[in-house]
C-alpha cells in the first residue's frame, strides 16, 4: 500500500471528490454502510476545524486513491475514531474489494492504538480488534413513507395508531401541527441545544452541550451544505410554537439521527415520535433510503425501525507499551458500562439513580 497521512486542511480538491465519490457509489458497489455521513469528507473536516490531532491516511494503488481513513492522535500516538463520543459511524472509507493491512496502516499513521466504538460492518482487517457487535436499528424508506407506514402498522400497530392519535390531539389543543424538514433558522438550533442539554442534565446524564468543540462542531455542520453532505435541522411546529427538533447529518442515501429532543411541556402528545415519522416521510421524499437511528437499545427504537445494522467497538493494536497501557485505562469502563446497558436488572436501577441525581442538581 502507498500511504500518506495529511492534516484535514491539506487534502487536495480532487482527494475530497475522490472520497465523495467513494460514498455514491457505496450502495451500488454493495457497501451500503459506507455511504453513512459520518464517514464524509465533511465530516472530518468539521472535527479538524474543531480538535486538533484530525488527520486522513489516502490510500493508493498506482497513484490513485482507493481508501480514505480518518483519525484522530494523540501525542503519544493514541488513535481513535475521528469524532469519538460522537460519531456513530466509523471505518476506512474504500473501494470494492480492497482490503488492507490494519497494522501497516497504523504504522504508516504513527499509532501504537486505534479505539472505536462505532466500526460499521465490512471492515475485516479492523474487525478481528472488536470486543462486541451492537444493533443500530434502521427505518427503511426507499419505497416510500407509504409503504414504511404499512410495515409499521402490522409491526407496531398500536403504537402507529396511539402516535397519529396523538399528532391529531397535539393539533386540535395547541395549534395547526407543520414540520419543516430543513430549517434554517439558527434560532431553532439553539433551541434544541437548549432542550438537549436540559434533557441530558435532567436525566443525570452527562451534558453534551456543555463542552465547547461540540457546540462548535453542530454549529458548524449545521452551516455546511453540499450536494452529498449537509446538516439537517428538523423541527415539528404546534401553531407557531417549536415543539420538538432534531438536529443530524445526511448524505445523498442515508440521514444518520444524532439529537433529537422536545419541550418537555408538551411531553403527554409524545412529540419526539411525532416529529420522527415526519422525519421519515420528508426523508421518504427527498429520496434517501434509509434513517440510522444509531447504536442503543431504546423502546421507541424498536418501535420505529424496519431492520438492524450491526456496529463494532474495539482496538486495533500493535505491539507496544502505550497500546497496552490505553488498554488496560479502558477496557474496564467499556466492560462496565456495557454490562450495565445489556442487563435490565442493572440498567434500570442505574437510570433511575442518575435522573435522581438529575432532579437533585436541578434543585440546586
Avoid at 472509507?93 to 480492497?98: D, Y
Avoid at 438537549?196 to 442534565?201: E, L, M, T
Avoid at 435541522?233 to 440521514?255: E, K, Q, T
Avoid at 422536545?262 to 421519515?280: C, E, K, N, Q
Amino acid at each position: 500500500m502507498d500511504i500518506s497521512v495529511y492534516r484535514p486542511g491539506e487534502l487536495t480538491a480532487a482527494d475530497r471528490a475522490a472520497w465523495s465519490a467513494l460514498q455514491s457509489r457505496a450502495a451500488e458497489d454493495g457497501s451500503p454502510q459506507l455511504a453513512n455521513p459520518f464517514l464524509a469528507p465533511e465530516f472530518t473536516l468539521a472535527v479538524g476545524h474543531c480538535r486538533s490531532g484530525a488527520r486522513i491516511a489516502v490510500v493508493r494503488e498506482d497513484g490513485r486513491p482507493v481508501g480514505f481513513f480518518p483519525y484522530q492522535r494523540s501525542a503519544l500516538g493514541v488513535g481513535r475514531a475521528i469524532g469519538l463520543g460522537v460519531s456513530d459511524a466509523q471505518g476506512l472509507v474504500h473501494r470494492p474489494g480492497f482490503q488492507w493491512d490494519a497494522r501497516e496502516l497504523m504504522l504508516a499513521c504513527g499509532l501504537s492504538v486505534w479505539e472505536f466504538d462505532h466500526l460499521v460492518e465490512g471492515q475485516k482487517p479492523f474487525e478481528d480488534g472488536a470486543s462486541g457487535s451492537y444493533a443500530s436499528p434502521v427505518v427503511d424508506v426507499e419505497q416510500g413513507f407509504g409503504p414504511y407506514l404499512t410495515v409499521l402498522r402490522k409491526q407496531s400497530p398500536k403504537f402507529t395508531r396511539t402516535t397519529l392519535a396523538k399528532e391529531r390531539r397535539l393539533g386540535r389543543d395547541v395549534g395547526e401541527v407543520r414540520y419543516v424538514h430543513d430549517e434554517r433558522d439558527p434560532a431553532a438550533l439553539r433551541t434544541l441545544i437548549g432542550w438537549k442539554s436540559a434533557q441530558y442534565r435532567r436525566t443525570g446524564r452527562s451534558d453534551r452541550f456543555a463542552r465547547p468543540w461540540i457546540q462548535l462542531l453542530v454549529a458548524q455542520l449545521f452551516h455546511t451544505r453540499a450536494e452529498s453532505f449537509g446538516g439537517l435541522l428538523s423541527v415539528l411546529y404546534a401553531g407557531d410554537r417549536p415543539i420538538a427538533a432534531h438536529f443530524g447529518l445526511r448524505s445523498r442515501s442515508v440521514l444518520a439521527c444524532w439529537f433529537p429532543a422536545y419541550d418537555p411541556a408538551f411531553a403527554r402528545y409524545s412529540p419526539g415520535l411525532v416529529l420522527h415519522l415526519r422525519m421519515a416521510e420528508g426523508a421518504a421524499a427527498a429520496g434517501m433510503a434509509y434513517l440510522d437511528l444509531g447504536r442503543g437499545e431504546k423502546a421507541y427504537k424498536n418501535s420505529l425501525k424496519t431492520r438492524e445494522l450491526s456496529v463494532s467497538e474495539g482496538w486495533v493494536t500493535r505491539r507496544h507499551p502505550v497500546a497496552l497501557g490505553h488498554r488496560i485505562r479502558r477496557a474496564p469502563v467499556r466492560a462496565l458500562r456495557n454490562t450495565v446497558l445489556a442487563r435490565p436488572e442493572l440498567f434500570e436501577p442505574a437510570d433511575r439513580l442518575l435522573k435522581r441525581m438529575g432532579r437533585i442538581r436541578q434543585g440546586d
